[in-house]
């Protein structure tokens, strides 16, 4: 017998993963709250119907007056109001959304307009799960009762040692043998030293290895050594099709059974640019990609450039040398700054025939 799954309800409940929103900022840009720059830490979305009404006032001005617990939480606070408000409000103590239809004030039961009084919260996890919804009317502080609920996770997600919300990452000891890894050091420091502009178009039809700066949001301390030449790619396949892909399919019921060129990547020095994650599959040239790994050939020789899942804890994750680590491509991830020494890793993106 077979049950059908019911539609979820249209008012997010806490726990509900956080609805797609159409709010944009004053200056036009979309805001999405599952975007890069906006995942992995909590947000507040205060909807005030209008700042020149009572009620809808002293919500905002409650969450101006905890400020302080705000920022050290580091919780990112925006201002959702109707288009025709948000163009008014220059003084605003938080960013300002507009709200163009109206539909994410019908969604949270706020009135809106000048008319009318009101607002509503809604507090989201950066797993973007709602953690919180405080309905217009709703008794008491509705900062305090926000920073309640988020004090603890903020302070689970910095404890050192395994993380409480773990993120869902498989990690495969001995992929590589330590002859291995020095192996492909070798390789990255004597082969392929052409440098190539960044862009998958400009590996077509090569056959020769080649190195390319990679400029994710603007960071500047990682140079990838692509795999073009086939004895090194067959030596690769020869490691990870026996050691690592069965692992895969057990984990994850995916047969894997193609992958992306391999890379062996360098991380030195500063890293500079956006300081958060990103996504290996968002974009519509890379959407194929089901898996990432990444096998440290070096971990003893560098500190810094530990892997973090900021939806899921603040946890850093370092795996041993020849040890591989493999997570979903839709994952935010990001690789943290070097602190001091050279890193070298093998990359893959792994997929199949689904």
């Not at 009318?116 to 509705?142: K, M, Q, T």
């Not at 090194?232 to 994850?252: G, H, V, W, Y």
């Not at 939806?311 to 994952?331: D, H, N, R």
């Amino acid at each position: 017998m077979t049950v059908q799954i019911q539609p979820a309800a249209a008012r997010p409940e806490t726990g509900d993963i956080a609805p797609r929103l159409t709010l944009r900022h004053r200056s036009g840009a979309p805001f999405d709250a599952f975007a890069d720059e906006e995942a992995g830490r909590f947000q507040v979305l205060v909807f005030a119907g209008t700042l020149a009404r009572p009620q809808a006032a002293a919500v905002v001005d409650a969450f101006a007056a905890a400020r302080d617990a705000i920022d050290e939480l580091r919780v990112h606070v925006h201002l959702v109001l109707p288009a025709a408000e948000a163009d008014r409000a220059t003084s605003a103590p938080f960013p300002v959304l507009a709200d163009p239809d109206g539909s994410a004030f019908r969604l949270m039961g706020v009135p809106a307009g000048m008319g009318a009084d009101g607002a509503a919260v809604l507090a989201i996890a950066p797993n973007c799960h709602v953690l919180l919804r405080l309905d217009a009317g709703a008794e008491g502080d509705p900062a305090a009762a926000v920073l309640e609920r988020v004090r603890p996770l903020a302070e689970k997600r910095k404890a050192a040692g395994v993380p409480s919300i773990h993120a869902p990452v498989l990690v495969v000891p001995d992929v590589l043998s330590p002859e291995d890894c020095r192996k492909l050091i070798g390789i990255y420091a004597m082969q392929g030293q052409e440098f190539v502009e960044p862009g998958h178009n400009q590996l077509q039809g090569r056959t020769t290895d080649c190195k390319m700066r990679i400029p994710e949001y603007g960071r500047n301390d990682r140079i990838d050594h692509w795999v073009c030449a086939p004895q090194t790619n067959n030596f690769i396949d020869s490691r990870l099709a026996p050691r690592l892909m069965p692992e895969i399919q057990k984990a994850f019921n995916y047969r894997v059974t193609r992958h992306e060129r391999y890379r062996i990547a360098c991380y030195e020095g500063y890293r500079g640019g956006s300081q958060h994650g990103h996504r290996d599959n968002s974009l519509p040239f890379v959407a194929h990609r089901r898996f990432a790994v990444t096998v440290n050939l070096n971990a003893d020789e560098y500190e810094g450039a530990e892997l973090r899942f900021p939806e899921f804890s603040e946890a850093a994750y370092k795996t041993p040398t020849g040890s591989a680590i493999v997570f979903s491509c839709s994952l935010l991830h990001e690789v943290m700054a070097m602190r001091s020494g050279r890193r070298f890793a093998l990359l893959a993106f792994l997929f199949g025939e689904t």
